[in-house]
């Protein structure tokens, strides 16, 4: 049983999950000392979770990748999930990479390979659906690597920079 | 009455003046640049054009060649664009093409906003009071002043167009200037013009609009009102009709005013009299849209009038064929506006791939959008994705209705703001009907899920952590190459 600490909203919740396999859709889980019985797609299928079925309460459900936030028929919730077997291999914050929000247009890049940065300082403006929008610094440090050039096209999640 | 129609817009008013075509057995020629080659008007259209480039949706000599070359006899402009571009139509009328709307010296009167409202204030109507002239980009100076003679709170305004674009609410004087800034490029960007007005602005107030439908004979009737008081980044985002709040005094006397406006502003086809309603209980009139309008299915839902059919028969030179006794307007309509916005990130647009895009059903429920499962959403163009809208005899069912169809809209791929609507629709006030323009500037809540629907949530996020996990062992190729599996190899934060 692997252990998990979820946070939905605010609540925390301790879940814990035996290890998945590709044969069976069905898992029994540990919420908070009680046992659920869930019904979900298959594991190994080419789309991301969107349904499942918790003691005969069906759910449909847009998750995010990055599980920070899912939305379901009551609404957009706030999600955190922390695994508690693993705090070892676990990296103290996020990385310095600076990635494209949106897909879009760079229409001025605002500072220099070398350039110490604030954390929260605008780096470079991308322009998207006709508006502007500011790619600020998720860090303080220096830029290591620069990528993004004014006049460019970027994919969504293009890495454009990175701060150590 | 015509043989084909250009259709010189995009996105889901170019579908749904196709669909309305198709059902009167007209042909229709679509356009579209490389980002939209995808939408579904170009689909469902019988030829379609390309652009190339898609600044000449609102190129007039380009679309006014084209529609000579496919030999229409008529171009439907839909909402933005050239759609309430007195030289475009004149240039249609030069070619010997009919402009669906009104004429294009009407086009210019009632575009002429300034000119507008002194003509409705002579005739004895409240408007507000507003700056003489319209100022330029470069003339900064003069707006600062006109606005300091005018006085806080105040409206920047397009002098072009409507839809939103350039305009902003003004509450202190430092705001003018930076705000200025953005309207004059956010008009260029939209209309090729950057000249802006100002406005007195009444807060709070309510924004209250009347569809009046008028024949090339005089015949003019109205078709009730709406409210779009909801707005979220200046844009509306909730209409519905009738305005909820309103007694059936105040309703006559605001149907009657925008009739008897439209009628001096010698407005025909489709037209929407614009007001707002003040914390007095008096309406004020702000300006006229010539031309259908995003919200306009609120009021097809109350009326069982299709707008675009009466807008091309009108424009074929029909009479009305009916009088006010003949217009009855039935319970209750709310129309949600979807667009691609990511509600994490200041619902900034969010545009991308639809992976999933499933609309809900039921009686009285009405999606228009050009999107479908797999489409593109382009990054070029405004956000709105699709437009839902619900009917039922009263408010109180109508709502019920809307917040189950918000609640089965699933759609993936891109970020949209569906959790906004669905606050908005569960928020007291607005279930109430006593809300104005405020409403969306204070903290809404979400008060859906119960504690039991949370755990439940968490069991989810659980499954979706394992299998995350799981994949990332798994030998998929595509998942090394998506981007998938390396950041399975991050924990969330």
Redesign the interface.
């Known amino acids: 049983m692997?252990r998990?600490s979820?946070t939905?909203?605010g609540?925390v919740?301790t879940?814990e999950?035996p290890?998945?396999?590709r044969a069976t859709n069905e898992?029994s889980?540990i919420?908070?000392g009680q046992e659920?019985h869930?019904l979900?797609p298959e594991?190994?299928g080419p789309?991301?979770?969107?349904w499942?079925i918790?003691?005969g309460?069906p759910?449909?459900?847009?998750?995010d990748?990055?599980?920070?936030?899912?939305?379901?028929?009551?609404?957009?919730?706030q999600?955190?999930?922390?695994?508690l077997d693993?705090t070892v291999a676990?990296?103290a914050?996020?990385?310095g990479r600076v990635k494209a929000?949106?897909?879009?247009?760079i229409t001025r890049v605002l500072v220099a390979a070398g350039d110490h940065v604030e954390a929260g300082q605008p780096l470079l403006v991308l322009e998207?659906?006709?508006?502007e929008?500011e790619v600020r610094a998720p860090r303080t440090g220096t830029i290591t690597h620069l990528s993004a050039a004014a006049g460019q096209s970027v994919t969504?999640?293009a890495l454009l920079a990175e701060i150590e | 009455m015509f043989q084909k129609i250009l259709i010189a817009n995009r996105g889901e008013i170019a579908v749904r003046v196709i669909r309305t075509c198709r059902d009167m057995g007209i042909r229709t020629v679509a356009l579209y640049d490389d980002s939209d080659l995808g939408s579904l008007h170009v689909r469902l259209a019988d030829e379609c054009v390309r652009l190339a480039s898609g600044a000449l949706y609102r190129d007039v000599a380009t679309i006014v060649q084209i529609a000579r070359d496919c030999g229409a006899d008529a171009v439907h402009p839909g909402y933005g664009f050239l759609s309430e571009h007195a030289e475009f139509a004149h240039a249609c009328e030069d070619a010997g093409i009919t402009f669906i709307g009104p004429d294009s010296a009407t086009l210019a009167a009632v575009r002429n906003k300034i000119g507008t409202l002194e003509n409705v204030s002579a005739a004895g109507f409240a408007v507000p009071r507003h700056s003489a002239r319209p100022y330029g980009e470069s003339e900064t100076a003069a707006l600062m002043d006109a606005a300091e003679t005018l006085g806080y709170p105040l409206v920047i305004k397009s002098y072009s167009g409507g839809r939103s674009h350039g305009t902003r609410l003004v509450r202190e004087p430092e705001h003018l200037a930076p705000l200025a800034q953005h309207a004059h490029s956010?008009a260029l960007?939209?209309f090729g013009d950057d000249r802006l007005y100002i406005e007195e602005a009444f807060l709070p107030g309510r924004y209250v609009e009347v569809q009046v439908l008028g024949d090339r004979h005089g015949a003019l009737v109205h078709l009730g009102e709406r409210d779009g008081s909801i707005q979220h980044n200046h844009r509306k985002i909730i209409e519905e009709s009738p305005a909820p709040g309103l007694s059936d005094a105040q309703r006559d006397e605001l149907c009657g005013q925008a009739v008897a406006i439209a009628r001096l502003l010698g407005c025909h086809s489709v037209c929407t009299v614009e007001f707002v309603l003040d914390d007095q209980g008096r309406f004020v009139f702000t300006e006229v849209k010539a031309r259908i309008q995003v919200e306009h299915p609120v009021t097809e839902m109350r009326t069982g009038i299709d707008l675009v059919r009466e807008q091309i028969r009108l424009a074929a030179g029909e009479p009305l064929g009916r009088t006010q006794d003949d217009i009855i307007l039935k319970g209750c309509a709310i129309q949600a506006r979807i667009n691609?916005e990511?509600?994490?990130?200041h619902y900034?647009?969010?545009?991308?791939r639809l992976?999933?895009f499933r609309f809900p059903g039921g009686p009285n429920v009405r999606v228009d959008t050009y999107a479908y499962g797999g489409c593109d959403i382009p990054?070029?163009?405004?956000?709105l994705l699709a437009k839902i809208v619900a009917w039922d005899v009263d408010r109180v069912a109508c709502l019920g209705r809307l917040r189950r169809a918000i609640?089965?809209f699933?759609?993936?791929g891109v970020q949209t703001n569906?959790?906004l609507i669905?606050?908005i629709l569960d928020d007291p006030d607005f279930a109430a009907g006593t809300y104005d323009s405020e409403f969306t500037r204070r903290q809404l809540l979400?008060t859906?899920?119960s504690?039991g629907?949370?755990?439940?949530?968490?069991?989810?996020?659980?499954?979706?952590?394992?299998?995350?996990s799981?994949?990332g062992n798994?030998a998929?190729p595509e998942r090394a190459s998506s981007?998938?599996h390396r950041?399975s190899r991050?924990?969330?934060?």
């Open positions: 692997n998990l979820v939905i909203d609540h919740f879940v999950i290890p998945l396999n898992v889980m919420v908070d659920v869930v979900m594991v190994g789309e991301p979770l969107d499942i918790v003691n309460r759910y449909e459900l847009v998750i990748r990055d599980l920070h936030w899912m939305r379901a028929r009551s609404g957009l919730h999600v955190e999930v922390r695994d693993a676990r990296p914050s996020g990385d929000p949106i897909p879009g247009l998207a659906m006709k508006m929008n969504l999640g | 956010a960007t939209a691609a990511d509600p994490w990130n900034l647009p969010s545009p991308g992976r999933r990054v070029r163009y405004d956000p609640a089965d699933a759609i993936s569906l959790p669905q606050r979400n859906l899920a504690s629907n949370l755990r439940d949530l968490a069991v989810a996020a659980a499954l979706a952590y394992a299998r995350r799981a994949d798994g998929l981007g998938w950041e991050r924990l969330p934060q």
